[in-house]
């Protein structure tokens, strides 16, 4: 199989694209990030209650959860630009003539962009998880309120 200039030149918008999904992903962490430690914050200020702890350990375990995925992230992009920077290496030894250097710099881009992939697929399972705490948080606040705390005082009655 022989490798022509248009080959790694496929790969361009493919992984720009990826990019710029990654970028986006980084900044609605960045806010994310910045909101919760706003919210950390303010639950220190009335750290008396203890619904505002328990709040304050869900807050810093999204902390700990986004700062993984936000290295995870920084991965993804690192190894997205070395694909990308192994496209254009692989074009410019094709264009150099030098065929054998030219495949072997596309294989590793070709890796290179599927380990930026796998960790993708890791961010977004970590991904998945902190919204499944949001979820049981939520669940544990279904399970008693008011309504229900009045339900239950009545049915002992």
């Known amino acids: ?12 918008p493919a992984i720009s694209l990826l990019l710029l999904a990654y ?5 609605a962490l ?7 430690h706003d919210e950390y914050i303010e639950g220190r200020k009335r750290h008396d209650e203890f619904t505002e702890l328990h709040k304050n350990k869900i807050i ?27 496209c254009v290496g692989c074009m ?13 710099v596309f294989a590793v881009a070709l890796l290179s962009l599927l380990a930026s992939l796998f960790i993708s697929l890791a961010e977004i ?11 049981s948080d939520i669940e544990e606040l279904e399970k ?3 309504f229900t ?5 009545t049915k002992e009655k």
């Open 1 to 12: 199989m022989e490798i022509t200039l248009t080959t790694p030149a496929l790969l361009f």
């Open 60 to 86: 810093l375990w999204q902390i700990k959860n986004l700062r993984r995925r936000i290295n995870l992230i920084r991965y993804m992009q690192g190894l997205g630009v070395f694909s990308f920077l192994g």
């Open 125 to 135: 399972i970590q991904s998945t998880k902190a919204i499944e705490l949001e979820l």
């Open 92 to 104: 410019y030894s094709l264009y150099r003539g030098a065929a054998v250097v030219a495949e072997f």
């Open 149 to 153: 705390d009045i339900l239950s005082a």
């Open 23 to 27: 970028t986006n992903r980084f900044l």
């Open 30 to 36: 960045a806010n994310l990030v910045r909101k919760l």
């Open 144 to 146: 008693g309120n008011i």
